[in-house]
């Protein structure tokens, strides 16, 4: 029996700022997680990534990131992807400097 | 200091209007990523987890107040406010913008800086002793040297694609300040009959496969130093593994081919390169050295900082363990400590860097070091200005009296802002520091290395730390091997793995058993944590790392 497929997001770095961004589902690049397209098919999620990959100037290193589902969206399943939510934690800083740390 | 000559000021306007119009390039759409990745990084230029990352080279560590204040500026300007000195005597910024970053090397271009190689599969900034031209057991400044290396290596254009990145460090004495043996190749200055020369030791490093240097030659004439780098770097451009990154370093390469054939094919070598040299490389350095005088110190009268360390013991105890003996009696070397309790180890803020660069230029003949171990030195000081040096370093958060102590802690970035970190590295150091503070214990406890690497790269030299602490990635989930036995100095050696790793709420209180450990099975308060692991071995550290916490396990 195939394993049932981790939902999931794409995520990059924005060209210009450096800083994350998540694909949402009419292509516009959010700065909040909350907003990002959640793909549950494997084959769709394959697809959704050519497409974001291709956006070579607007992003970089675009790649799919494991999701689950939180009470205000999709919440990150691994620690790394929590860092890159949130920002340093040794400083104030990223994104929940910016007030855009969610859910 | 080497100040920049016409050459090097066109030379660096030239290469920084060359990134510039890459940038704007990559930016209309010209450029793709895969095309601009190799060029930004050539020029010090990372993208990290929430932004890009600047490294600018701080070449042997040497820096002036004009060049500081400059750093201070770039922090300012165009980043947070703060710089990370790294443990390659380098400073990173981690918040520029990828338009603004041809203005920050314009304006390091200003000052005389850079970032070129400080990425890159190239040779990468040359390190030095921090006390280079003030410790009184140096043979002779070894940054001349250090120094020439860098014009050589600098663009040279059968190094650019190296199989991996190569280290150089340079050093002048038998005490190793800089890590020597734990770089591809390490240069130390001898003295045989009389001549000057240099002792080359090759295959050191660090990351996933740790490697002491081995020494290839004992000695090589000065006039031969360049080309018989040369010969080295050619026969491990030719050698090397670009099959598998993880042995593509000259470690791996001296390890599968063997240490005397390396040595065999850099003989056949040498002759064809040493022809190539007409002896206009001694000549430069003959000037580089005019540039590198140590300053003309002049008598001090010792008493008032004698005065001073009766009436002041918070001074005392600071003189006592951040100040080494300078080769002038009445001067001493300050090391000031970028590690307060609960701070990020190398961070220094643009005030703090101000601070630093008006006390070099008053009291500390306008030199300025970066030191391997993430902290700052002032290398000549009068140790009758100590106590003005030390309150103004007060008035700034910059006087902890910690160098060299428990909490004097090497870390990398790590997954704070590490794209290949695979754990945190910083909130355990601060932990640490701060459990120590809490404690009060780590100047009883005394000289205790601890260095710590958010993942296998081992940027934070875990491997050679008294305790070395690794983090991991174990199932998702934070963890961190520790090793012991480490040492950084001449006697240079690579820990031995404890055990089982620790979850990162487990780890601070695993590093506070060690260390109390070590209180109670040391002879006394003369032998330190590495000669205690060294006299004892790994059994009872172990026991108060795993029975201890078994116990407490058992009781809860």
Known sequence: MPREFTPKVITANALLEGDVVYLTSSDTWSRSLAEAEVLTEESDAQYRLLQAQARSAEVVGAYLADVRPGPSGPEPAHFREDFRLTGPSNRFHGKQADGLETP | MYQYTDFDTAFLAERNRQFRAQVERRIDGTLTEDEFKPLRLMNGLYLQLHAYMLRVAVPYGSLDPAKMRQLAYLAERWDKGYGH?????????????????PDMLDALADVGMHAIQTSGNTIRNITSDHFAGAAADEIEDPRPVAELIRQWSTDHPEFQFLPRKFKIAVIASESDRAVMKSHDIGVRIVERDGTRGYEI??????????????????????????PYLEAILA????LGRRDNKYKARVKITVHETGLDEIRELVEAEFPHRRTAFSGVDQEWLDRIEAAFVTPTLTAQDPAPYQTARAADPVFAAWADTNVTPHKHADHGIVTISLKAHGATPGDASAHQMR???????????????????QNLVLPHVALTDLPAVHAALRSAGLATGNIG???DIIACPGMDYCALATARSIPVAQGIANRLEELKIEHDVGHLQIKISGCINACGHHHVGHIGILGLDRAGVENYQITLGGDASESTAIGTRTGPGFAYDEIVPAIERLILAYLDLREGPDETFLQAYTRLGMAPFKSALYDDKARAHAAE
Not at chain 2, 85 to 101: A, S
Not at chain 2, 202 to 212: D, E, L
Not at chain 2, 355 to 373: F, K, M, P, S
Request: proline share 4%; aromatic share 10%.
């Open chain 2, 355 to 373: 601070v630093v660069a008006d006390l070099a230029e008053q009291y500390g003949h306008g030199d300025i070091r970066v030191t391997h171990a």
């Open chain 2, 201 to 226: 030791w090759i295959g050191g490093g660090m990351g996933r496969t740790p490697m002491v240097a081995k020494q290839i030659k004992d000695f090589v004439p000065r006039a031969d130093l360049l």
């Open chain 2, 405 to 407: 102590l428990a909490s």
């Open chain 2, 85 to 101: 000195f790294t443990t390659r005597t380098n400073i990173q910024y981690n918040w520029p913008k990828l338009r603004d970053i």
């Open chain 2, 235 to 238: 026969t491990y451009n030719r």
